[in-house]
């Protein structure tokens, strides 16, 4: 007998996990909150103007490739390899740092302050790609059934290994390189996790073989939001529908089997399976009340940034500004320790900025530009007041347009801005944790909320706050982990 699935939340593991379950005969039917899908992987537009909302790049293009293979398609959207990978300035610098994948390219701009630098850096990620190598078909692409399951894995991890578990980002990369900028530069990639290189794990140092060797960083033609557009339309070759404007608010269970959820009008919704693509967190708190997961007890796990993100129409172009940019201030050990829970560490903020038109020209009017900015700030627990949003937005403008000697303020002509309440309420974010829990040794792997419910045997979880972990080529690999539990759970009834 075919067996239908219901996927609560059309964000990318959402639509993946539905996908790879079409193509294996089940009937899938897709619930969204919003009005339309991706989750944070979303799209706005306005004024003539087109924005992704969130991610505006990815790496481990190879997890696509494996996935489009999976499901016997061709991949349904295009991308393109970028290079530099991004550009870095420090405040009262004029020196705008290159980050290529060429390492003697990169290199010759490290010249004046770490003179050896591409010995150093082939040193350091070589470490890094034995790493990756060691750990990742061990400890990121597979499922554990339990904390012991996750221990005996990660017992198969080369114990060379062993002492990066005792240091921070920032001291992996510091036993290599040692000059601020070079240090500073190579671990920002810990800010792409949501925390800060002083706070993630030399684990992740791994990353920066992602970033420079193995594979790089990808921009998506037409935009990110073509990602979801295709993965849509590809799911409508299999009748998989998606109802929008439906969130879970309650459920029905019976003998340890979830027979329904109920959604905000009090319509029930029944399936023999229920996969969860909300925060795997949250969800279990604030619809299952869980205590273990309530709102008392989630305050006290640690969590990603909170993100400012602002999206701003202007009606010039910005040829000196890149795709993918960095602006950091001259006190970066400072801030990093206080962006978390210090409101005040916005009077100097570190931000990124995204000229989506650039590669995109669609993406604008003629002779303009869509700029995507995102500020790491405090979550709602430190900073539960955003009254001030529109004043530290002026700063950030300001500072940007000292920084590429234009000011781009008057040339505005549509501005939005989402802050962590906006992520919280839209998109049902701890706190408006943009990247759901963070990759703490205790938050990763077995620790991390299971991809199968703890009560009902037939409710499974997908996402970037259940295994492996944040970044769009984790929810990929988590949609292939999930079906695995599926196909279990299924084979074994």
Known sequence: MTKSVLIVGAGLGGLATALRLAKKGYIVQIIEKNSQAGGRVNQLKKDGFTFDTGPSFFSMSYEFTEFARDCKIALPFKYFSLDPLYTVNFRGNPKTYYLHKDIHKLAAQFSEVEPDFEKKMIRYLEKSKHLFHDTVDVAIKKNFDSLFDYGIKLMKVNPVHLPVLFRNFWQQVSKYLKSDDAVQILSLVAFFLGRTPFDTSAVYTLLSYTEFMHDG?????????????????????????????????????????????????????????????????????????????????????????????????????????????????????????????????????????????????????????????????????????????????????????????????????????????????????????????????????????????????????????????????????????????????????
Not at 224 to 235: A, N, P, T
Not at 363 to 373: D, I, K, R, T, Y
Not at 396 to 405: H, K, L, N
Request: charged residues 25%.
């Open 217 to 493: 960083y990808f921009n998506v033609e037409g935009g990110m939001y073509k990602i979801i557009q295709g993965l849509v339309k590809e799911l409508e070759k299999e009748n998989v529908s998606i109802i929008y404007n439906t969130e879970i608010k309650d459920f029905i269970a019976e003998d340890g089997h979830l027979t329904a959820l109920i959604d905000q009008n009090n319509r029930r919704w029944t399936s023999d399976i229920v996969v969860i693509n909300s925060d795997a967190a949250v969800f279990r708190g604030s619809v299952f009340k869980r205590r273990e997961f309530s709102q008392e007890k989630l305050d006290k796990k640690s969590w990603t940034m909170g993100p400012l993100t602002i999206y701003l129409g202007i009606k010039c172009k910005l040829p000196m500004v890149h795709h993918h940019n960095y602006y950091l201030g001259d006190n970066f050990r400072e801030y990093a320790d206080k962006v978390f829970r210090s409101p005040d560490s916005l009077q100097k903020p570190y931000y990124y900025v995204n000229v989506l038109s650039k590669h995109n020209p669609d993406c604008a009017p003629a002779n303009a530009e869509s700029l995507f900015v995102v500020c790491p700030v405090p979550d709602l627990r430190f900073k539960p007041d955003w009254s001030d949003r529109d004043e530290i937005v002026d700063s950030i403008i300001e500072d940007f347009s000292g920084r590429i000697g234009k000011d781009i303020k008057p040339e505005i002509v549509s501005r939005t801005i989402y802050t962590p309440e906006d992520w919280q309420n839209q998109f049902n974010l701890h706190r408006g944790s943009g990247l759901g829990l963070s990759h703490d040794m205790l938050q990763i792997g077995g620790f991390r909320p299971k991809n199968y419910d703890e009560e009902f045997s037939n409710v499974f979880y997908v996402g970037a706050s259940t295994i492996p972990g944040t970044g769009l080529p984790m929810v990929l690999i988590s949609s292939k982990l999930v079906c695995e539990r599926i196909e279990k759970y299924v084979g074994n009834q």
